[in-house]
Structures are given as structure tokens and as C-alpha cells.
């Protein structure tokens, strides 16, 4: 049986909390966990090992994690972050497993990702249905794990006598070349980038005078702009910030989950965290200024009740408690499956299951061994490794930083900043020590 895990974490505000968790839990069955940022994953040389990424979808992914893992043969397990698909994503086909990303497991948040992956070729017995372990953080017995509204109060300037709205964005298509530029390669949908590109820019631009509006007739509420992970800057978010110090905060730090947990009102346009609202018992306004196509829209929003208007807005900004959420909890289960058994057990029964049926130890394969070296070579992914990582201790131990944007932006070298930072941040420590303790309590009580 293997007894070691890897836990290979993509985006840090999305992903890291749960890694954690997840790692809690396995150090109690008494697994060696090692948790992996996925850029920097090269020359990681833990062999025999269960391999947990955030996704794979294709030949190329799954070369990468086998190479920069050094897991030839291990087996890989796709958690699969993003399993809620408009019609127009789906259609494209590019979170459809391919070639050998076919032969790993892949964990699903609910019945639709299962009939999904099955749909287009995965064999069943692939394919596992464990719940979203997102979700488990906004259960009661992960209260303690959050930052208080007074502590999040004093980190960021906000006043706790106001009423907090948190707007949860998702315009990373809006002045955002690299974004736009992948997606167009991946996709090769010319149409829909351009129509999404320019709803993304008139919505936002609409939304944000809305806001403006509602602070100036509503001075007792803070909005909390929380951009998308990959949303580019904005110059009238700045404006906004600048003008109204108090009323409109534009942060991009914690998870959406923390934010969620101590406002009193949730409004979005796209995001598929309306699980995480209903699961606080949080009240979620859908906020569209301009309506969105069926087919380029989130598949349990075509339906819902939209706030479209600015009297509408302000209507139900005074009158939240006449609101939930916009949409059906039957339809809400197709995509979660939510059972009186957390998630993270859940995942942590099946990858046991795995774990047990592996019980040779992998060995030195000279040819792996060599086509390893050449994929590390190549595209000079090495090199970029190396400068990667000095750059990052110049940062940390220097202050020094690239003032050139354009190369900052060619090279995202804020996600090394921040990459840097987060490995140096305490408060991981103490946010896994909170966890076990959870782990622990509710591994009692049950």
C-alpha cells in the first residue's frame, strides 16, 4: 500500500485551504503528505506516491505532473476545480479528459460532472462522486477556522458597524490580453470571446455606477469589490477605491469562502459560489446589468431571478431579508452532492481504496529517467525554474522588484510575488493547526 501523497494546488486562494485540510485528515491516517504549488513542482522527487492535482485534462497535463513529480506509474487522482461548464464550454470539448489523462480518476463535486465525464468515454470505475470539499468550510463545525469580522476589520480598515456587501467578479475577460489570448487558444471560438469580452466590459462598467450610486445614497454600507483570481486591474475600480475610502474596498486577499462567512449580503454576476452562499445560509443577490446568453451562461443561473435594474438593486439592498438565493436547491444537488458526511472523509475513503491496491514501489527506469531530463530541457522550463526561484529570494529577502510591465505581464510575475509571499506566511502554519484540531473534534463525535 502506498503511504505517501502528494497534493499539487494551482490557484492559492482557491485550492490551499482545502490541500490543508485534506492533508490533516490523511497525516491522521497516517500518510506522508507533501503539499506542491503546481509552477513550482520541477525537480519534486517523491516517487511512489498517490498524486492529488486540481486538474487534467489532456496528454500534455498529464505529462507534466508525471515529469515534474518524477511519478512514473503512480497513481493520479484530478479533484477537477472547475466541473460547473456553460453549454458553449462544454461543447468545446476542453475539460473533457483526452488522450492519457483518460487512464487517472477523477473525484466529482456531484451527479452532473459523473454523467458528464462518463458521456464522453471515462470508465466508470474511474470516476467517484465525493462532494465539492469547498462546501465543508461553511459547515458549523469549521466556524472556528475563520477570521473574525473584527480581525478582517482591522487588517483592512473596515467598519464593523456598516453593513458589509461582498461582490464576488468575475470579469477576467475585461483588459486582459493574456487571459483572452489562452482562451482563444484553447477554445478557438472567435465569437464567443469577442461577445463575452464586450458583455464582461458593459457589465461592469454598469455595475460599478451602480455601486457608485449605492454607497452615495446608502453611506452606512462598505462594498467588498473580491476580484476573480485572474482579473486584470482596473482604473475605475482605483477611482472608486480613492474616492470612497470607507465604503469601497477593492481586495483580492482570502478565500471567498472567508469573505462569505462574516458579510451580510452576497451579490454576484457569474460565479458559481452561489454553493458556498447557500451552504452559509447567506442571502445572494445575481446582479446583470445586460442579460447573458443561455449558452455562454452557468447552467443553474438560466432560470434565475436577476437583479437588472438599479431600483431593483437598492430594493433589495433594504429589503435583503425578502431574499435567498435566486435558484432551486434541486437544481443546485445536481451539481453538489451534499450528505451528512463531509466532503474531505469522503475523498479521503477513496483514496485508501487506491492507495491499497497499489503495493508495488516504484523503480529506477533509465528510459523515464531520460525523457524526464529532456522535458525539463525543453521549452527551457528549467532555466525558467531557476530564474523563477531567484528572483523569488531577491524578493523576499531584498525587496527587490521588476517595475517593467510589460514583462511583468508576459512572465506573471505577480503570481511569483504572491507565490513567494504565501510560502513565507505564518498563517498557514497556524490555519493547518486549527484544522487538525477540527479534523480531530470531528472525528470524536462521530
Same mark, same amino acid.
Request: glycine share 2%; aromatic share 14%; net charge positive.
Given at each position: 500500500?502506498?503511504?505517501?501523497?502528494?497534493?499539487?494546488?494551482?490557484?492559492?486562494?482557491?485550492?490551499?485551504?482545502?490541500?490543508?485540510?485534506?492533508?490533516?485528515?490523511?497525516?491522521?491516517?497516517?500518510?506522508?503528505?507533501?503539499?506542491?504549488?503546481?509552477?513550482?513542482?520541477?525537480?519534486f522527487i517523491?516517487?511512489s506516491?498517490?498524486?492529488?492535482?486540481?486538474?487534467?485534462?489532456?496528454?500534455?497535463?498529464?505529462?507534466?505532473?508525471?515529469?515534474?513529480?518524477?511519478?512514473?506509474?503512480?497513481?493520479?487522482i484530478s479533484?477537477?476545480?472547475?466541473q460547473?461548464?456553460?453549454?458553449?464550454?462544454e461543447?468545446?470539448?476542453?475539460?473533457?479528459?483526452?488522450g492519457?489523462?483518460k487512464?487517472?480518476?477523477?473525484?466529482?463535486?456531484?451527479?452532473?460532472c #459523473?454523467d !458528464?465525464?462518463?458521456?464522453? *468515454?471515462?470508465?466508470?470505475? %474511474?470516476?467517484?462522486?465525493?462532494?465539492?470539499?469547498? $462546501? /465543508? #468550510?461553511? !459547515?458549523p463545525?469549521?466556524? *472556528?477556522?475563520?477570521?473574525t %469580522?473584527?480581525?478582517?476589520?482591522?487588517?483592512?480598515? $473596515? /467598519?464593523?458597524?456598516?453593513?458589509?456587501?461582498?461582490?464576488?467578479?468575475?470579469?477576467?475577460?475585461?483588459?486582459?490580453?493574456?487571459?483572452?489570448?489562452?482562451t482563444a487558444?484553447e477554445?478557438?471560438?472567435?465569437?464567443?470571446?469577442?461577445?463575452?469580452t464586450?458583455?464582461?466590459?458593459?457589465?461592469?462598467?454598469k455595475?460599478?455606477?451602480?455601486f457608485?450610486?449605492l454607497?452615495?445614497?446608502?453611506p452606512?454600507?462598505?462594498?467588498i469589490?473580491?476580484?476573480?483570481?485572474?482579473?486584470?486591474?482596473?482604473?475605475?475600480i482605483?477611482?472608486?477605491?480613492k474616492q470612497?475610502?470607507f465604503?469601497?474596498?477593492?481586495?483580492?486577499?482570502l478565500?471567498v469562502?472567508?469573505w462569505?462567512?462574516?458579510?451580510?449580503?452576497?451579490?454576484?454576476?457569474?460565479?458559481?459560489?452561489?454553493?458556498?452562499?447557500?451552504?452559509?445560509?447567506?442571502p445572494?443577490l445575481l446582479?446583470?446589468?445586460?442579460?447573458?446568453?443561455?449558452e455562454y451562461?452557468?447552467?443553474f443561473?438560466?432560470r434565475?431571478?436577476?437583479?437588472?435594474?438599479?431600483e431593483?438593486?437598492?430594493y433589495a439592498i433594504?429589503?435583503?431579508?425578502?431574499f435567498?438565493i435566486?435558484?432551486?436547491?434541486?437544481?443546485?444537488?445536481?451539481?453538489?452532492?451534499l450528505?451528512?458526511?463531509?466532503?474531505?472523509?469522503?475523498i479521503?475513503?477513496?483514496v485508501?481504496k487506491?492507495?491499497?491496491a497499489?503495493?508495488?514501489?516504484?523503480?529506477i527506469?533509465v528510459k523515464?529517467?531520460l525523457?524526464?531530463?529532456?522535458?525539463f530541457?525543453k521549452?527551457?522550463r528549467?532555466?525558467?525554474f531557476?530564474?523563477k526561484?531567484?528572483?523569488?529570494?531577491l524578493?523576499?529577502?531584498?525587496?527587490?522588484?521588476?517595475?517593467?510591465e510589460?514583462?511583468?505581464?508576459?512572465?506573471?510575475?505577480?503570481?511569483?510575488?504572491?507565490?513567494a509571499?504565501?510560502?513565507?506566511?505564518t498563517l498557514n502554519?497556524?490555519k493547518?493547526q486549527?484544522?487538525k484540531?477540527?479534523?480531530?473534534?470531528?472525528?470524536?463525535s462521530?
Amino acid at each position: 500500500m502506498i503511504k505517501q501523497i502528494i497534493i499539487v494546488y494551482e490557484n492559492i486562494v482557491r485550492e490551499y485551504d482545502n490541500a490543508l485540510l485534506l492533508k490533516a485528515e490523511f497525516e491522521r491516517r497516517g500518510f506522508q503528505v507533501y503539499l506542491a504549488y503546481k509552477t513550482e513542482t520541477i525537480l519534486f522527487i517523491k516517487r511512489s506516491s498517490i498524486i492529488l492535482v486540481p486538474n487534467c485534462y489532456n496528454t500534455d497535463n498529464y505529462d507534466f505532473y508525471q515529469y515534474t513529480l518524477n511519478s512514473n506509474g503512480n497513481p493520479i487522482i484530478s479533484l477537477q476545480y472547475e466541473q460547473v461548464l456553460s453549454k458553449r464550454i462544454e461543447k468545446t470539448g476542453m475539460h473533457n479528459p483526452k488522450g492519457k489523462a483518460k487512464n487517472i480518476y477523477f473525484f466529482c463535486w456531484g451527479k452532473n460532472c #459523473f454523467d !458528464r465525464l462518463c458521456k464522453y *468515454g471515462i470508465e466508470e470505475k %474511474r470516476i467517484k462522486i465525493c462532494g465539492a470539499l469547498q $462546501l /465543508d #468550510f461553511l !459547515r458549523p463545525e469549521f466556524s *472556528g477556522f475563520y477570521l473574525t %469580522r473584527k480581525e478582517l476589520a482591522d487588517q483592512y480598515k $473596515l /467598519d464593523c458597524e456598516k453593513k458589509w456587501l461582498l461582490y464576488i467578479s468575475s470579469f477576467s475577460y475585461v483588459d486582459n490580453s493574456i487571459i483572452t489570448k489562452y482562451t482563444a487558444e484553447e477554445l478557438a471560438d472567435d465569437i464567443f470571446i469577442k461577445d463575452f469580452t464586450e458583455l464582461s466590459v458593459r457589465s461592469q462598467e454598469k455595475t460599478l455606477n451602480w455601486f457608485e450610486q449605492l454607497i452615495i445614497e446608502n453611506p452606512d454600507i462598505t462594498i467588498i469589490y473580491r476580484k476573480h483570481p485572474v482579473e486584470a486591474g482596473n482604473r475605475r475600480i482605483e477611482e472608486l477605491t480613492k474616492q470612497y475610502p470607507f465604503n469601497f474596498k477593492n481586495i483580492d486577499d482570502l478565500s471567498v469562502k472567508q469573505w462569505v462567512s462574516v458579510c451580510d449580503i452576497i451579490v454576484t454576476w457569474f460565479s458559481t459560489s452561489i454553493a458556498e452562499v447557500y451552504m452559509a445560509k447567506k442571502p445572494l443577490l445575481l446582479l446583470r446589468p445586460y442579460p447573458i446568453k443561455e449558452e455562454y451562461d452557468v447552467p443553474f443561473y438560466y432560470r434565475a431571478d436577476c437583479i437588472d435594474s438599479y431600483e431593483k438593486l437598492g430594493y433589495a439592498i433594504n429589503n435583503i431579508e425578502q431574499f435567498s438565493i435566486p435558484v432551486s436547491i434541486e437544481i443546485l444537488n445536481g451539481y453538489y452532492s451534499l450528505k451528512e458526511k463531509p466532503a474531505f472523509l469522503r475523498i479521503a475513503d477513496e483514496v485508501e481504496k487506491i492507495a491499497s491496491a497499489y503495493t508495488k514501489q516504484q523503480k529506477i527506469d533509465v528510459k523515464f529517467v531520460l525523457y524526464r531530463l529532456r522535458f525539463f530541457l525543453k521549452k527551457g522550463r528549467l532555466i525558467k525554474f531557476i530564474l523563477k526561484s531567484i528572483y523569488q529570494t531577491l524578493f523576499i529577502h531584498f525587496n527587490f522588484k521588476l517595475r517593467n510591465e510589460r514583462i511583468r505581464n508576459a512572465y506573471c510575475v505577480n503570481d511569483w510575488e504572491k507565490s513567494a509571499k504565501h510560502k513565507n506566511d505564518t498563517l498557514n502554519k497556524e490555519k493547518y493547526q486549527i484544522l487538525k484540531e477540527i479534523v480531530n473534534e470531528y472525528r470524536k463525535s462521530i
